[in-house]
């Protein structure tokens, strides 16, 4: 018997390095987008860092207000992280695209109790935070001063420990400001996960990213898009394809039943309901909507 002799080709291979939270509410998401893209790592168990298997990528965990800092050094080649951090650190990286999750914002808030009759009421006042940059940056857009007292964590209890009158933190579901008893009173930005990249990545890299990023669209778009089927009588078959065009035309397929066609298509979560009633209005019938797993534009 013949024994087929392997060749193992030695070359040394680019690794794209992704820096993703360590703990906290981007883990997770970050892992689940990694894995939907294909990225399978090797040890589950958080360590401080893991390889992917079949895809050159090893993920290191880090604390999300480092992550902008290490991506900017090159010690990371991306990262994902909230965009509260990326605003706040004012890292020297590209931020290349949204992801949608984690979504939260970033809120002005006072003791429910107190009277607020717009912004001009901070003049004068301690706003305690751990985002100062944002936070000044927004105080001096809108010409107010007030004294910015940083803290590192549990921002929520300034107010009642009596170190400062308003705090400007994350604001998600609100149960933090509810259970602390403040409210929120202005909001200064919108946050979400986002990706950044080092400035100036090698081609290796760049095309490894460039992979990666692909795979990363392919499942935002299979997730905010559905595969729709549906049955239409053939004399409202041009009105209903107007309704659901699709990635490039809906197939239509005669059903044994005559005057009646199949019609299959793609259509937007955002759009769903809307387009389901013009569906129906339409004459459709036994409309069927199915997650799609993934989706290549
Ligand atoms: C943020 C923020 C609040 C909480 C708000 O902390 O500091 O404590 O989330 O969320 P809620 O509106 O859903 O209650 P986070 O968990 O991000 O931890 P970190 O500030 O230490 O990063
Ligand atoms: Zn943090």
Excluded at 8 to 26: C, E, H, N, T, W
Excluded at 117 to 127: A, F, P, S, T, W
Excluded at 148 to 159: D, F, Q, R, T
Aim: proline share 4%; charged share 25%.
């Amino acid at each position: 018997m013949q024994i087929l002799q392997t060749f193992f080709i030695y070359v040394p291979m680019d690794k794209l390095r992704v820096a993703i939270q360590k703990s906290g509410r981007l883990s997770e998401k970050s892992l689940d987008l990694l894995k939907e893209s294909g990225i399978h790592l090797n040890n589950g168990s958080r360590k401080l860092k893991s390889l992917a298997q079949v895809f050159p990528l090893e993920v290191i965990y880090l604390r999300d207000d480092d992550i902008p800092q290490y991506v900017e050094d090159g010690v990371a080649h991306i990262g994902i992280v909230g965009e509260n951090e990326y605003a706040e650190k004012n890292c020297d990286v590209e931020l290349i695209e949204r992801l949608g999750f984690s979504r939260c914002r970033l809120s002005l808030a006072i003791p429910k109790s107190e009277p607020y009759n717009g912004l001009q009421d901070l003049e004068g006042k301690r706003i305690a935070t751990s985002y100062p940059v944002i936070l000044q940056h927004y105080l001096d857009e809108h010409g107010i001063r007030a004294e910015v007292h940083v803290l590192s964590g549990s921002v929520e209890i300034a107010p009642s420990i009596g170190i400062a009158e308003a705090i400007f933190d994350i604001v998600s579901s609100g149960s933090t400001l509810i259970s602390n008893g403040l409210k929120e009173v202005e909001t200064v930005m919108h946050s979400e996960a986002v990706v950044i990249a080092h400035r100036n990545l090698e081609p290796g890299l760049k095309g490894l990213l460039a992979d990666l990023l692909f795979r990363i669209r392919s499942v935002q778009a299979a997730s905010t898009n559905r595969y729709i089927l549906l049955n239409a009588p053939n004399e409202r078959l041009e009105e209903i394809i107007e309704v659901i065009p699709g990635m490039k035309s809906p197939t239509v397929m005669p059903l044994a039943e005559k005057g009646w066609s199949s019609v299959h298509s793609v259509l937007s979560e955002k759009e769903f309901w809307a387009v389901i009633d013009r569906l129906r209005e339409l004459g459709a019938q036994g409309i069927l909507v199915i997650p799609i797993e993934k989706m290549i534009i």
